[in-house]
């Protein structure tokens, strides 16, 4: 159901976003005045959602074996429908977000019943990359085939049209080749996390990476699944906010 809790957590800490650098870093001004530091797993540019100045949410989570106790978890940005909503800017939780989907059952009807799902499976030429999620289906299911699914975070937007990627990235170029390669002994799924809820259409970022335009498009072609999945960020929880469309694509 549209809305509906997918993952809880702790209530994030908000603050005001003073500056990020070094790719990994961000300093953040806390609602209590105190300025920390925290970890930023977004390398990329941060397209329409990095705003010094403006309003962010970092977890807390000490520990040992991190350099870091805080980790920058969302960012308020322009929504499409006027006013702001919150963005999932944490790359490194796309992954957990997609895995809960399918564990809920959200996406029964895309990829039939699964039996198992095990994570960062080597796959590829010579075995060299890891897929995010490799899905095992139900001896039942309409179509047995395995299934190499990768995710990719996306929080780019024009309008209400959500696009990645943001950069040009040869390693997202990579995974659609490989992608292509699985079929037909197997099926090929991606999944473009959609972490904002203000989007109501995905598209390649053509303008950002052209290359990966035309590689979307040949793996359209090729037989490659997409199933671009909304969701929305709050201080404590994360929603289900459907399935969104691919955007008529110019040739």
Same mark, same amino acid.
């Given at each position: 159901?549209? &809305? =509906?809790?997918?993952?809880?957590?702790?209530?994030?800490?908000?603050?005001?976003?003073? +500056?990020?650098?070094?790719?990994?870093?961000?300093?953040?001004?806390?609602?209590? $005045?105190?300025?920390?530091?925290?970890?930023?797993?977004? =390398?990329?540019?941060?397209? &329409?959602?990095?705003?010094?100045?403006?309003?962010?949410?970092?977890?807390?989570?000490?520990? /040992?074996?991190? +350099?870091?106790?805080? =980790?920058?978890?969302?960012?308020?940005?322009?929504?499409?429908? &006027?006013?702001? @909503?919150?963005?999932?800017?944490?790359?490194?939780?796309?992954?957990?977000?997609?895995?809960?989907?399918?564990?809920? $059952?959200?996406?029964?009807?895309?990829? $039939? /019943?699964?039996?198992?799902?095990?994570? !960062?499976?080597?796959?590829?030429?010579?075995r060299r990359s890891r897929i995010d999620l490799f899905l095992t289906p139900e001896a039942k299911a309409p179509d047995?085939?395995?299934?190499?699914?990768?995710?990719?975070?996306?929080?780019?937007?024009?309008?209400?049209?959500?696009?990645?990627?943001?950069?040009?990235? !040869?390693?997202?170029? +990579?995974?659609?080749?490989?992608?292509?390669?699985?079929? /037909?002994?197997?099926?090929?799924?991606?999944? /473009?996390?959609?972490?904002?809820?203000?989007?109501?259409?995905?598209?390649?970022?053509?303008?950002?990476?052209?290359?990966?335009?035309?590689?979307?498009?040949?793996?359209?072609?090729?037989?490659?699944?997409?199933?671009? @999945?909304?969701? $929305?960020?709050?201080?404590?929880?994360?929603?289900? !906010?459907?399935?969104?469309?691919?955007? +008529?694509?110019?040739?």
């Open positions: 159901m549209i &809305g =509906t809790p997918l993952l809880s957590f702790p209530p994030l800490a908000e603050g005001l976003l003073l +500056k990020r650098y070094k790719r990994f870093l961000a300093d953040v001004e806390l609602v209590s $005045g105190e300025i920390v530091t925290a970890h930023c797993a977004n =390398t990329g540019p941060m397209t &329409g959602v990095l705003h010094p100045g403006g309003r962010v949410r970092l977890r807390h989570a000490p520990s /040992p074996k991190r +350099k870091l106790a805080w =980790t920058w978890e969302q960012a308020e940005a322009p929504s499409a429908q &006027g006013g702001f @909503c919150w963005v999932g800017i944490n790359t490194a939780l796309a992954n957990g977000v997609i895995r809960a989907a399918i564990e809920a $059952g959200l996406l029964k009807q895309e990829l $039939g /019943p699964i039996a198992a799902i095990r994570p !960062e499976v080597t796959y590829g030429s010579n047995t085939r395995t299934i190499y699914l990768e995710v990719k975070n996306t929080t780019w937007s024009e309008n209400s049209l959500a696009l990645f990627p943001d950069t040009v990235t !040869e390693r997202g170029q +990579k995974h659609l080749k490989e992608l292509i390669g699985v079929l /037909p002994e197997s099926r090929a799924v991606l999944v /473009p996390c959609l972490s904002r809820p203000d989007v109501d259409a995905f598209a390649p970022g053509d303008s950002a990476d052209p290359r990966y335009g035309e590689l979307f498009r040949q793996a359209l072609a090729a037989g490659v699944e997409v199933f671009p @999945c909304c969701f $929305g960020f709050h201080r404590d929880h994360i929603t289900w !906010e459907g399935l969104r469309p691919i955007a +008529k694509l110019q040739r």
